[in-house]
């Protein structure tokens, strides 16, 4: 907490709306905070913290502090005018007991004496359902000279607001203690605290908001003394976010691992009126997917909405023009479309609204009519400008998207050609592709193998009842980026998209599935990591409903066969050949084979008696499937009783599709640094 320095703005006590007590918040929690899961539980914290943000939105305060304390308590301050605590007119009761424990509660929304609030869906709702969903509550305010506290116990005040002391301080703080009668599982999670409020200081400007995980300090820290939490000598994780740029410093952390195309970064913030704001910032990377973030009155739409559509129409138009102006778009070529000026693009929009309407499945999308329009006139007049004040940056951008253009148009010809009518429908199974007997997708399996031989290996190691092999020569293609077009033209390509079954792009149809497990086999090696990266990116570009519905799969073939006497065991990497081995033991082998190492070693015999003799031990190294035979192959790799196999899932859509362009995008040393790391990352599905 600062000294007072507080703008000041009359509040009038008259200007809280009372609605209704805090019983229908404990008897149908889901209304107000959406579940009682994980998701409600930080849903609290999100709530308090609103209202300090909004505060700091207002220019009264500039410092937000949000600790997670023993016992399942968490904390929140601000260094802002405190909440109100004279008495309200209606009530007769203190204004922050009306807040505290009254439903719908806050300041009034506009109107002659002025909120300066904005609201926003469940946001909006406010303190008092915090309250009513806790344990134990308690509220000190800073204000006016004077030290106040209240506390409460599922949303019911133990006691009047009493003054204790008096201060120099001004700010609020909010210790709640989530109700265990309401949240089967109080867990917070420090990180998603943190990246929670690291997205909400880009948002608010100058405003710095740090985050204490003092859960862990049990019996060594009193709720009163995190204030002196320095003083303590403990090392209490903790973590300060402060942007004095906003959404131009988030673009920028964005495109930090990435290649800008451009030098400046676009940012505009505009104020309508004394509630309602359209903030934008772009910057164009050398990439094809866009990352693009939208938020309504600070509250992230995934599913985006009326402001992200004004912003994606006026960015297009606005690009077109400029391009046709300036003759950097030739007059054969086509108009740029929305789909074009999204390629390597990073963007955040931000809009404040008085009044806000939330859409969707999950609430996830702007509905507000009028945010269409208003970011649309207010970005396309700021983007122009910057386009004119800023050439060498318009003529990159502009450059780029004639590229996504091209390409696009090129990808469409493509697959125009391979989805001809009858082109893929006609066709015969490949040649290469050794079916199995079973008709049943569910129980047939598909392994893509690399290369002839080890196809070879696979045909003749596998259960033909359900197992089928479809060989890939090599290297594939070599596809470069935004050329994804090519592969669909390639023969091996098309093969897998005949023997998978489903066509592809508009005849798309899942039910048409021939396998229910498709197993990419390659090779442990940089090589088989590439080969496997292609064809992830083709699913992944093509046949997505495959990766969502858990239908393929990543085949782990051992690393080392060791033969110990007559045991033989597989490891599947070298922590485990360690093991078997017996690391420390391994003496250095005279004279080793090629990929072949010999030790001696000192093994403890299984019987009872544990004596120990010397015995011979040999590691094969496996650098291909070709080199198995087909007994080892089916044993380590195919037997579905034995074999391990990795789900390909894609829990994050945006990481995924940043790894894709990393993978074929052109920075090399990115690429091979991120296939070597990640080579063996992936869920386990044994
Ligand atoms: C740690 C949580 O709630 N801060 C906070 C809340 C309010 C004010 C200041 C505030 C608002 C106004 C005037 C106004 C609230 N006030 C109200 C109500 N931090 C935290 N800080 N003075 C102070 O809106 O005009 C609701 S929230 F209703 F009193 F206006």
């Not at 009668?181 to 943190?194: E, G, L, N, T, Y």
């Not at 950097?328 to 693009?345: P, R, Y």
């Not at 207010?378 to 780029?400: C, G, M, Q, W």
């Not at 396998?515 to 990591?529: F, L, N, P, S």
């Amino acid at each position: 907490m600062a000294e007072k320095t507080a703008k000041n703005k009359a509040y009038s006590a008259e200007s809280i709306q009372v609605l209704e007590g805090l019983e229908p918040v404990r008897k149908r929690p889901g209304m107000y905070i959406g579940t009682t899961g994980t998701d409600g539980l930080h849903h609290l914290i999100w709530e308090i913290f609103d209202n300090a943000r909004d505060e700091a939105m207002g220019g009264f305060a500039n410092d937000i502090e949000v600790t997670l304390l023993p016992g399942n308590r968490v904390r929140v301050t601000d260094n802002g005018r405190g909440i109100p605590v004279d008495i309200h007119k209606q009530t007769k009761v203190s204004a922050l007991e009306t807040i505290m424990t009254t439903l719908h509660a806050g300041g009034k929304f506009g109107g002659e004496d002025g909120g300066y609030k904005v609201s926003g869906g469940l946001h909006g709702v406010g303190a008092s359902v915090v309250n009513a969903l806790s344990s134990y509550c308690k509220v000190t305010v800073h204000k006016d000279g004077g030290e106040y506290v209240q506390e409460y116990s599922q949303g019911k005040k133990k006691a009047a607001v009493k003054k204790i002391g008096s201060t120099k301080l001004s700010g609020t703080i909010v210790v709640f203690e989530p109700d265990k009668a309401i949240f089967p599982i109080i867990d917070f999670s420090f990180k998603r605290v943190v990246d929670h409020l690291r997205q909400q200081a880009y948002l608010v400007k100058g405003l710095r908001i740090t985050v204490i995980d003092a859960s862990k300090y049990e019996g060594k820290i009193k709720e009163e003394d995190v204030f002196k939490i320095s003083e303590l000598g403990l090392e209490i994780p903790s973590m300060s976010f402060y942007f004095e740029g906003g959404l131009l410093s988030l673009v920028k952390f964005y495109n930090s691992p990435l290649k800008p195309i451009h030098k400046n970064i676009f940012y505009v913030e505009k104020k309508i009126n004394e509630y309602e704001s359209v903030e934008v910032s772009l910057q164009y990377v050398d990439d094809i997917s866009a990352r693009i973030l939208a938020f309504a009155n600070n509250i992230h739409t995934p599913e985006g909405g009326t402001h992200l559509t004004g912003f994606k129409t006026a960015l297009t138009r606005t690009l077109n023009t400029y391009g046709r102006k300036n003759n950097l778009i030739k007059e054969s070529e086509d108009n740029f479309t929305g789909e074009d000026v999204l390629e390597g693009l990073t963007a955040v929009i931000s809009v404040k609204l008085r009044e806000i309407q939330f859409e969707g499945q999950t609430k996830g999308k702007l509905g507000t009519v009028e945010a269409q329009g208003t970011v649309n006139t207010v970005f396309s007049e700021a983007f122009t400008y910057f386009l004119e004040e800023n050439p060498d940056d318009a003529r990159a951008i502009i450059n780029k998207v004639v590229l996504a253009l091209k390409a696009r148009k090129a990808a469409k010809a493509a697959k125009d050609s391979v989805l001809r009518k009858g082109a893929l429908e006609g066709m015969t199974l490949p040649g290469k592709l050794a079916d199995c007997q079973s008709k049943s997708a569910e129980d047939s399996e598909l392994f893509i193998v690399e290369g002839d031989s080890a196809g070879g290996t696979a045909k003749t190691g596998r259960d033909r009842r359900t197992q089928a092999i479809l060989p890939l020569r090599g290297k594939i293609l070599n596809i470069e980026r935004a050329r994804l077009d090519r592969m669909l033209e390639s023969e091996q390509i098309k093969n897998l998209v005949i023997a998978l079954g489903t066509a592809i792009g508009d005849t798309f149809d899942i039910s048409k599935l021939r396998y229910h497990k498709i197993i990419i086999a390659t090779d442990a090696d940089v090589d088989g990591a590439h080969i496997r990266t292609l064809i992830l990116t083709l699913l992944y570009r093509f046949f997505r409903p495959l990766i969502d519905g858990g239908y393929i799969y990543i085949a782990q073939p051992p690393l080392y066969k060791i033969k110990k006497g007559k045991e033989i065991h597989y490891a599947y990497s070298d922590d485990e050949k360690a093991k078997v081995v017996g690391k420390d033991e391994v003496e250095e082998a005279t004279e080793p084979q090629p990929e072949e190492e010999v030790a001696e070693v000192e093994e403890a015999e299984k019987d009872e008696k544990k004596t120990t003799k010397k015995s011979k031990v040999s590691i094969q190294r496996y650098k291909g499937l070709g080199e198995m035979n087909a007994e080892e192959l089916w044993e380590t790799t195919m037997d579905p009783e034995r074999r391990i196999l990795k789900q390909v899932t894609i829990e994050d859509g945006v990481a995924a599709d940043k790894v894709f362009d990393i993978l074929m995008g052109t920075d090399v040393p990115a690429r091979k640094s991120f296939i070597q790391s990640n080579a063996t990352k992936a869920n386990l599905d044994v």
